[in-house]
């Protein structure tokens, strides 16, 4: 394992053949095990399933910024662990040491860190992006994931990259020869213009989705949303996701998809039209009031 490389571009016509399960492929053997943060992005189950990896979690603690809890993941037969900030579903920017605690996490058990980046640009409050791979010791033990999609808005596009350690990069590049090859090279010169041209776009695209956080805030009162544009919401008691649906006609993702600890909680999406979100809130700010009382 030596010095980052770049992976080049990838291209999937579904979320089954993105980034994380082809590292999943390459990183992992059959009853290995690959660790994913609990709440986690729901297709990160897909890699390890096409792996014959099994699964364990790393609990995200909601109580202390959401870092990854490493004492309570497994320390042995690991392959990979996952992570994911700023995270989707729970809205947070990385918690100061969780970096460090993963690379020695990976130290220890000789697992290889794969850190989803896909939300790096989409962090609020004045917060600057932070790569895993600026960690002492990060390149020497994973990689990160960039997506083209949240950034940029090219999610139609499919578009992305894996940077960090060569050995894991290689493995990357070498899979992606046998089963894609490369796309349409348009797309790539539009990925390349996006990247090294004005940035203008993106930090518009980063004070839209602040804007309506605090449209959320307003409207529902104080909750946690430093980054990417989701908000985690925790459920009164008594009321639940098919409710909201059902009674209220308000449609949000039930946490029970994100992991364990999602049940209870439910995940809004701040990229609606204003008038959407407006409307929503109205109805999600009369249920939650009902069910309160």
């Given at each position: 394992?030596?010095?980052?490389?770049?992976?080049?571009?990838?291209?999937?016509?579904?979320?089954?053949?993105?980034?994380?399960?082809?590292?999943?492929?390459?990183?992992?053997?059959?009853?290995?095990?690959?660790?994913?943060p609990?709440p986690?992005?729901?297709?990160?189950?897909?890699?390890?399933?096409?792996?014959?990896?099994?699964?364990?979690?790393?609990?995200l603690?909601?109580?202390?910024?959401?870092?990854?809890?490493f004492?309570?993941?497994?320390?042995?037969?690991v392959?990979?662990?996952?992570?994911?900030?700023?995270?989707?579903?729970?809205?947070?920017?990385v918690?100061?040491?969780?970096?460090?605690?993963?690379?020695?996490?990976?130290?220890?058990?000789?697992?290889?860190?794969?850190?989803?980046?896909?939300?790096?640009?989409?962090?609020?409050?004045?917060r600057?992006?932070?790569?895993?791979?600026?960690?002492?010791?990060?390149?020497?033990?994973?990689v990160?994931?960039?997506s083209?999609?949240?950034s940029?808005?090219?999610?139609?596009?499919?578009?992305g990259?894996v940077?960090?350690?060569?050995?894991?990069?290689?493995?990357?590049?070498?899979?992606n020869?046998?089963?894609?090859?490369?796309?349409?090279?348009?797309i790539?010169?539009?990925?390349?213009?996006?990247?090294?041209?004005?940035?203008?776009?993106?930090a518009?695209?980063r004070?839209?989705?602040?804007r309506?956080r605090?449209?959320?805030r307003?409207?529902?009162?104080?909750l946690?949303?430093?980054?990417t544009?989701?908000?985690?919401?925790?459920?009164?008691?008594?009321?639940?996701?098919?409710?909201?649906?059902?009674?209220?006609?308000?449609?949000?993702?039930?946490g029970?998809?994100?992991?364990?600890?999602?049940?209870?909680?439910?995940?809004?999406?701040?990229?609606?039209?204003?008038?959407?979100?407006?409307l929503?809130?109205?109805?999600?700010?009369?249920?939650?009031?009902?069910?309160?009382?």
């Amino acid at each position: 394992m030596g010095t980052p490389l770049f992976a080049g571009f990838r291209s999937c016509a579904r979320r089954l053949l993105s980034g994380t399960a082809p590292l999943s492929l390459v990183l992992a053997d059959e009853g290995q095990v690959v660790v994913l943060p609990d709440p986690y992005y729901p297709d990160y189950p897909s890699g390890p399933a096409l792996a014959g990896a099994e699964i364990a979690y790393v609990p995200l603690d909601p109580g202390n910024g959401w870092p990854p809890d490493f004492k309570q993941a497994p320390a042995e037969n690991v392959a990979a662990v996952y992570l994911n900030y700023p995270s989707n579903p729970a809205a947070v920017a990385v918690p100061d040491g969780a970096f460090e605690e993963a690379v020695a996490y990976a130290e220890t058990t000789g697992a290889a860190v794969v850190h989803d980046f896909a939300y790096g640009d989409l962090v609020f409050d004045g917060r600057e992006p932070k790569s895993f791979l600026a960690t002492p010791g990060a390149k020497d033990v994973g990689v990160e994931m960039f997506s083209m999609s949240k950034s940029y808005g090219m999610a139609g596009w499919r578009v992305g990259f894996v940077v960090g350690n060569a050995e894991i990069v290689e493995r990357i590049n070498l899979l992606n020869d046998h089963c894609r090859v490369g796309i349409f090279r348009p797309i790539q010169e539009a990925c390349i213009a996006a990247l090294t041209g004005p940035q203008d776009s993106v930090a518009e695209r980063r004070d839209t989705y602040q804007r309506r956080r605090d449209r959320v805030r307003e409207v529902l009162g104080p909750l946690t949303c430093e980054g990417t544009f989701y908000i985690w919401l925790e459920l009164p008691s008594g009321l639940t996701a098919d409710q909201l649906l059902t009674e209220h006609r308000v449609a949000v993702s039930p946490g029970e998809g994100f992991g364990p600890s999602g049940v209870g909680r439910v995940r809004l999406s701040l990229a609606v039209t204003e008038e959407t979100l407006e409307l929503g809130l109205k109805r999600l700010g009369s249920a939650l009031e009902s069910h309160s009382n």
